[in-house]
């Protein structure tokens, strides 16, 4: 390895010495995103953008095969909205953003910068609703939001970010419960199928739970550090905000009544959470369904007679199949360009020189295992794809068997502590339920509630805090 190339390397902190200036700098080194002059923003380029687009592609075709339709409204919210439903001004008054003067004038009523889209949503719902014909209305919109976070890491916590937010009306309750569960399932399989990280299901408790749903319910992930992130969560509201809007409709018995609400949204966390999840010493790693590129070419000698234009060649028939670069950049070195790759994460990189291109092969080089393959080019085509679903397997296997090493089962809180401290993870315990057992907790060990799983263990019968009867299986972990 030259100098320059070891350089290279060296720009990256080692994950296992400082985690979060690991994660930094793979946003800025894997060319991501930037910071900009708007405190707590960051500039999202094009090849996290990319990402994104391929997370968003993905996820909105389940979303319509589900029977979700995309809109889109105003980034603006009156005050008088926000104010409709107490829990929920409550819980977003610290984040919320608020105009006041439009031009040189100032506003008769304040509008706030879209935090969130529930008041807007329903307010809406209660002109759209009229009749059970009406019924349901399943509508979801891409946009941006923005929350004064105080503080902020990119795309973990920024104050302006993407997503969607889901926004469902129902004549039943029933109905409603099964619209949040549908999606939570999507969201499970955006998250493991795409982007290789395996996930819990569950409920949050009442402290946790979104400010003014009935229930959440959440998807959650393991980072490599062995810190939890919350990458997903679907509410139901029941008629938490119809009542206050008035979202009502006539019943196929003549009779008005109140519909039934649901929310749910993923966002741009997602890029954080796959950077965190797979990523290693030399940068970034992206499963191949969701990364941009899936295989670079790299021509070696590419002076020589013959080694551009068969690069060239190769290049445009796997275009046609894969998401492809080829790489004929004259002033860098191939070991420079190996370790660029490598850092973006493209999960293949294609070594093709003279003497391969002699022999009808080529070196195919895996970003996950480093295992370097050798491939009749004649038979690339084909072999790629065996490759590159070796990979997004692999990864997912290896994510998910980070998350058993760093689960613990606990029974008490000398317990919980030490497990806490020694092998940061999931903690599995029993709960009695209590707020106050909740707190001491997260007091104790900076551990959050992350929910109460849909797939139950018999672990025990008493809490792990206060030792009094349990029935409350939990898990609980430290949080992004």
Avoid at 46 to 68: H, R, T
Avoid at 147 to 172: A, I, M, N, Y
Avoid at 357 to 365: H, T, W, Y
Wanted: proline share 4%.
């Amino acid at each position: 390895m030259s100098k320059n190339e070891d350089n290279f390397v060296k720009e990256i902190t080692n994950i296992e010495d400082n985690f979060a200036k690991w994660y930094t700098d793979i946003v800025i080194k894997a060319d991501l995103a930037d910071y900009t002059d708007t405190k707590g923003c960051i500039a999202i380029k094009p090849y996290g953008y990319a990402i994104w687009e391929n997370i968003q592609k993905y996820a909105d075709e389940k979303f319509k095969a589900s029977g979700v339709k995309n809109i889109y409204l105003p980034v603006l919210i009156p005050e008088s909205l926000l104010n409709k439903e107490k829990d929920h001004v409550e819980g977003f008054a610290p984040e919320v953003a608020w105009v006041t003067v439009g031009g040189q004038e100032e506003l008769e009523e304040k509008l706030c910068i879209r935090p969130t889209s529930e008041t807007m949503f329903s307010t809406l719902y209660s002109k759209w609703v009229k009749s059970w014909r009406d019924l349901p209305m399943v509508y979801n919109q891409w946009c941006n939001v923005l929350r004064w976070e105080k503080e902020t890491r990119p795309f973990l916590r920024s104050r302006e970010f993407l997503w969607q937010e889901g926004h469902t009306v129902h004549s039943t309750a029933e109905e409603a419960e099964e619209r949040t569960q549908t999606m939570l399932n999507i969201y499970a399989e955006v998250i493991e199928e795409l982007l290789a990280i395996p996930v819990i299901k569950g409920k949050k408790t009442e402290k946790e739970k979104f400010a003014g749903a009935v229930d959440t319910y959440t998807v959650e992930t393991l980072m490599h550090d062995g810190r939890a992130l919350q990458a997903g969560t679907s509410h139901y509201f029941g008629q938490n905000f119809t009542k206050p809007f008035d979202v009502t409709f006539q019943n196929k018995d003549g009779k008005e009544e109140y519909a039934y609400q649901t929310s749910w949204g993923i966002s741009t966390r997602l890029i954080g959470a796959t950077i965190m999840a797979h990523g290693d010493n030399r940068g970034l790693k992206l499963p191949p369904k969701v990364a941009p590129i899936q295989a670079v070419i790299v021509p070696i000698a590419i002076k020589k007679e013959g080694v551009l234009e068969k690069t060239q060649e190769l290049y445009e028939t796997l275009s046609k199949k894969y998401r492809m670069e080829c790489d004929t950049r004259e002033n860098y070195t191939p070991g420079y360009k190996f370790n660029d790759w490598e850092m973006r994460g493209v999960p293949t990189r294609i070594e093709l020189g003279p003497r391969d291109i002699e022999n009808g092969e080529c070196v195919v080089v895996r970003r996950d295992t480093s295992e370097k393959i050798v491939v009749k080019l004649d038979e690339l085509e084909t072999k790629l794809e065996k490759i590159l679903d070796d990979i997004q397997i692999n990864m997912f296997n290896e994510c998910k068997a980070n998350m058993e090493r760093r689960t613990s089962i606990v029974h008490n809180l000398d317990e919980f502590v030490e497990k806490i401290n020694t092998n940061q993870g999931l903690i599995k315990s029993m709960w009695c339920g209590s707020e106050e057992c909740e707190n001491k907790i997260k007091e104790l060990t900076g551990a959050h509630s992350r929910c109460m799983p849909f797939e139950k263990e018999v672990i025990g019968d008493k809490c792990v805090c206060c030792g009094k009867p349990a029935d409350k299986y939990i898990i609980w972990g430290r949080q992004y």
